[in-house]
């Protein structure tokens, strides 16, 4: 069976500061990977989404990247944290179009 | 840019069946409506998905109306565990973007004893 990993599971920054969150997912191959954000009290917003290895579409402008360096791999970087990258952050992955499985999500807090 | 409508809150006593609507008048003809839910805290779970015929599994029903353009998730016997908010996605593919979603605010479903 499939599983998809996160970490750290909360993280407090200090504004300024560099980010990187971490995503992984087990028991499948060439998966499309997903990041979101969940702002307190809103709904899912899609940040980056990838296809391969290397293939990253940005949804939003904003102050974070993402990288995909290994097939089931994902990775969420900020060089300077903002107050406002405060938020939910939930990695997915689907088979092609197939339905999307999230992981258990980053809290991210920065001060 | 969410495409339905869900109302914000509702509740239900435990062991009844909870019906949660949701309008999605302007889905086109390829699009699925999915349905997440998440508890406080936690990554949104996966239901269950339709696109035309109504749907069944271990967790839920799925009823799409006739023109699509609005569905019911049903919880055929609620519990407390199934306090959560609930996402009624429609699945927007546009050209290369496979598969993605895009979430809205949800219905708060509160189960009480």
């Known amino acids: 069976s499939q599983t998809i990993h996160q970490w750290p599971a909360t993280l407090v920054q200090p504004v300024g500061s560099p980010l990187s969150l971490e995503c992984t997912v087990e028991?499948?191959?060439?998966?499309?990977l997903y990041w979101y954000r969940q702002a307190a009290g809103r709904g899912l917003q899609l940040l980056f989404y990838?296809?391969?290895?290397?293939?990253i579409s940005s949804e939003v402008p904003q102050n974070l990247s993402a990288s995909r360096p290994q097939d089931r791999q994902f990775i969420l970087s900020s060089k300077k944290l903002l107050l406002s990258d405060s938020g939910f952050y939930l990695c997915?992955?689907?088979?092609?179009?197939?339905?999307?499985?999230f992981g258990p999500g980053t809290r991210l807090l920065v001060l | 840019d969410a495409k339905t409508t869900q109302p914000p809150s509702m509740d239900c006593a435990e062991g009844r069946a909870a019906n949660l609507p949701c309008n999605h008048s302007?889905?086109?003809?390829?699009?699925?409506v999915y349905w997440y839910r998440q508890i406080h805290s936690q990554g949104p779970q996966y239901i269950i998905h339709?696109?035309?015929n109504n749907e069944t599994n271990e967790m839920a029903s799925l009823i799409i109306t006739e023109d699509r353009k609005s569905s019911t998730l049903i919880l055929p016997h609620a519990t407390l565990r199934d306090t959560a908010v609930y996402y009624c996605?429609?699945?927007?593919?546009?050209?290369?973007?496979?598969?993605?979603?895009?979430f809205g605010r949800g219905t708060q479903l509160t189960v009480w004893p």
């Open positions: 028991g499948t191959s060439n998966p499309n």
């Open positions: 996605i429609v699945r927007i593919d546009r050209g290369s973007t496979l598969g993605r979603l895009y």
């Open positions: 990838s296809v391969g290895i290397g293939q």
């Open positions: 339709g696109l035309k």
């Open positions: 302007t889905i086109s003809g390829n699009e699925y």
């Open positions: 997915a992955w689907s088979r092609g179009q197939e339905t999307q499985y």
